[in-house]
């Protein structure tokens, strides 16, 4: 008997690859990759066209794992693209002010470094008061965090765009470009990469391992019960969106790097993306549920998707439509796998299914 249990002990798979939304994502991927060996086998399977998937999805990626923890919260976060353009606009400001170039060529390279570290810092600060202005607002007047982030997306707009008067700002250092588009010297790993791996770390260690990642998950499953157990919901809300909102401001600096280039209106369509992403992945839309591991892997899908796109030359209208399509087939999707977990969970816990 003891050597049965043990066995089944030991063929126990992970969590994670019991998950339906987590193997439905593997197999689109598969499903992708079949479909380019057959149509671009040449263009899909380079080296060249692997890094340059690397150097496009940390910026939206980023921001994906911002609208992951509002969502798991039960909320949502639709000002992200603001914050990250407003975000983007602040540090371009500073480093224009701070670093003196003639052309290309910088007068002052003794200011590069504490102009960057100054930027980052400012990004980071003004990402994390957006968001805990939006967490005030959506826990203090209880308001849907779904109206409160649509007035947030127009308010930092609009101040990116007041303070920019509506062109970009352009032009930059070379090192402020590297971080986005440069590789680790004497490597060719980009920064960007190893950017976006340390910022899945800390997502993933504070979704996991923290007392206050637990209440996020414990905030979307049922928010009266929480409130009833102790927990300040009104804290957890705020400190959840400060969380997104510094995710949005690394994003700014990243995009803004990635481009050379700040403005009001970059990443027009990262709300959409932002949000299949994060549904695709596993994230439930009612909150409670969900895994780093499935938004982790739904980036890298709808990346694949995209360059899929870009190499049979499709215009970025049909990659749009694509987009809103798949999102859809994702909610249904999400509804009908969450409904099919409850119903099993309801059979197995009744005195006939555990006969």
Known sequence: MSK???????????AAMKDNQILTIIGLMVVVLAIMAVMKPDAYFTGKNLTSMIYQFPEYGILAFGMMACMIAGGIDLSLVGIMNLTGVLAALILKKMVVMDGSTVLNPEMVTPAILLAVVVAV??????????????GYFNLPAMLVTLCGLQLYTGLAYGITGGPAINGMCDEFKNIANGTIPGTIIPWVLLIFVAVLAVVTFVMKCTVFGHEIYFLGSNAKAAKYSGINTLKVIIMTHMF????????????????????SSNGATYTLLTLLIVV????????????????????????????????????????TF??????????????ILSNRSTHKKKKAASPSGSK
Do not use: W
């Not at 049965?4 to 992970?14: S, V, Y």
């Not at 600060?125 to 959506?138: K, L």
């Open 244 to 263: 997104s909102g510094i995710l949005g401001g690394i994003s700014g600096i990243l995009i803004t790097s990635h481009l050379n280039s700040a403005k």
């Open 4 to 14: 049965n249990l043990n066995n089944k002990k030991e063929l126990r798979l992970p």
């Open 322 to 335: 694509a987009n809103g399509c798949l999102l859809i087939i994702a909610l249904v999707l999400s509804v």
């Open 125 to 138: 600060v003004v990402g994390a008061a957006c968001g805990a202005f939006n967490g005030f607002i959506i």
């Open 280 to 319: 695709l992945g596993g994230i439930h839309p009612d909150g409670g549920r969900g895994r780093v591991l499935g938004v982790t892997l739904s980036i890298f899908l709808l990346q694949m998707i995209a360059n899929a796109f870009t190499l049979l030359h499709y215009s970025q209208n049909a990659k």
